[in-house]
């Protein structure tokens, strides 16, 4: 968790110092919105390859190589020379947005590995808390260390924060082999370790990882509860990018003056909020022994985006900085109940799930910037918030009822079965000494 926190620091600096950079250098607002672009295509294909990447290399290597990337690719911009800044702007955030998501899928779909089945809620809720930190650090920061110490002190600490990380993910006691190898999968036919002797082998080897990528595929579509939760997950994406594109228009018009203050207050509160409800569900988790699952996630859902809303809705600041406070806790519940969920599918599927979710998380971001982005300039801030997070309230109450119908059928279900057995056992008490055909009888009934 603190190279993690480490190079997330660096990512939320970066963030800010790089799009400064980028706008100072081409002196074009709409160079940040490409380079932003790139980025999330970048992410969106990092999804979609991320399952088979993890299926040939183990998640320690792709964990450290990607940190190793990031840092290679910062060092490229800061020693780039001016006449390659745009082919070097390009590669850092291309690089970025695939590695970043690669090794978010690598780090989720590992949790279960590095600290087992039985503690996985509490590792996750340990790495939100410490993501929360590194945004406040890194918002708060970006500003004074661009200032004082320029772009390239800037790009530096990014670079030194990758490293970092890479160097935690060095000394993980993992095993070096991909998923799925050395949990009782068998190497048949050198296809997982040792070299196939011919050309047809190696075709064959690739139509059986072929065969397998799209049963994993088929095997996570055949749930409908969770092809549902990955949708609601990339429908809030969308909402997400609204707040995160209406925020600096509404703090201009609810503070002309320091439009910065009402931003960095309202972050800053938001992932206070994140932070506290990690500290509840710790203690939820060890006193019950329980989590708060599939259903938590819809209803936090439900309350973050009813949250959002209402922030856009010009209450007054003591009001705002509450619901921004709710905020925060709604989005640290969904994000530890999402992944915690997916980590219960088998390493395999798990792999693949945690990418089809960071791909459809990904495009609904993408989507959701262009359309909100457009929506700004016709209508106000709360009614795009509104719209978009609405959306995501109707998704996710669709996703609830789903659930709460599934647990009333098997609540049913298994009360039926206990007084169907009941009422075997007292007839079989009934029937008095058990002989010839009542005792087959008796037998064949309750079985």
């Known amino acids: 968790m603190t190279g993690f926190a480490i190079s997330s620091y660096g990512t939320f600096l970066n963030m800010v110092a790089l799009n400064l950079y980028v706008y100072a250098v081409t002196g074009r607002a709409l160079a940040v919105g490409v380079l932003m672009a790139v980025r999330l295509a970048a992410g969106f294909v990092a ?37 390659l800044h745009t082919v070097s702007l390009s590669v850092v955030s291309a690089v970025a947005g695939f590695c970043g998501t690669v090794f978010m899928v ?71 082999s991909p998923v799925g190898r050395g949990h009782g999968e068998s190497l048949e036919n050198g296809e997982h370790g040792e070299a196939v002797g011919d050309d047809g082998g190696a075709e064959d080897a690739g139509r059986r990882s072929r065969r397998r990528f799209l049963s994993r595929f088929v095997a996570l579509g055949a749930a409908p509860a969770l092809a549902l939760m990955v949708l609601l997950r990339g429908v809030d994406a969308l909402g997400s990018s609204s707040h995160n594109a209406a925020l600096p228009v509404y703090s201009t018009a609810f503070d002309a003056d320091n439009p910065a203050v009402f931003v960095s207050v309202f972050w800053c509160v938001w992932a206070l909020g994140n932070i506290l409800v990690q500290q509840v569900l710790q203690r939820y988790t060890r006193r019950t022994e329980r989590t708060v699952g599939a259903l938590g996630f819809g209803l936090g859902t439900i309350a973050m985006s009813g949250a959002f809303i209402l922030a856009f809705a010009g209450l007054p600041w003591a009001a705002t900085i509450a619901i921004a406070l709710v905020a925060g806790a709604a989005d640290g519940l969904t994000e530890v109940s999402y992944t915690s969920h997916l980590q219960t599918l088998p390493g395999p599927v798990r792999t693949h799930a945690f990418g089809t979710s960071a791909t459809v998380e990904n495009l609904g971001f993408g989507v959701g910037m262009i359309v909100v982005a457009a929506a700004l300039d016709s209508f106000t801030a709360l009614s795009v918030v ?40 007292k007839g079989a008490d009934d029937a008095g000494p058990a002989c010839g055909g009542r005792r087959d009888g008796a037998e064949v009934s309750g079985s």
């Open 47 to 83: 999804g979609l390859a991320a399952g088979a990447m993890l299926a040939r290399w183990s998640p320690k290597s792709v964990m450290l190589w990607a940190n190793v990337a990031q840092a290679a690719a910062m060092l490229f911009l800061i020693l780039a020379p001016d006449g």
């Open 106 to 176: 690598a780090l989720r779909s590992s949790v279960p590995d590095i600290v087992g089945d039985e503690r996985k809620n509490w590792a996750n809720s340990f790495m939100v808390s410490g993501r929360s930190l590194a945004m406040v650090a890194g918002f708060a920061s970006s500003g004074v260390v661009v200032s004082l110490l320029g772009y390239t002190a800037a790009f530096l600490v990014d670079m030194a924060t990758f490293l970092v990380c890479a160097l935690t993910v060095a000394l993980l006691p993992l095993a070096l």
């Open 386 to 425: 509104g719209v978009a997070h609405g959306v995501a309230i109707a998704v996710a109450l669709v996703f609830v009822v789903r659930l709460l119908r599934q647990r009333g059928v098997a609540e049913a279900e298994s009360e039926s079965t206990s007084a169907e057995n009941s009422g075997d056992r």
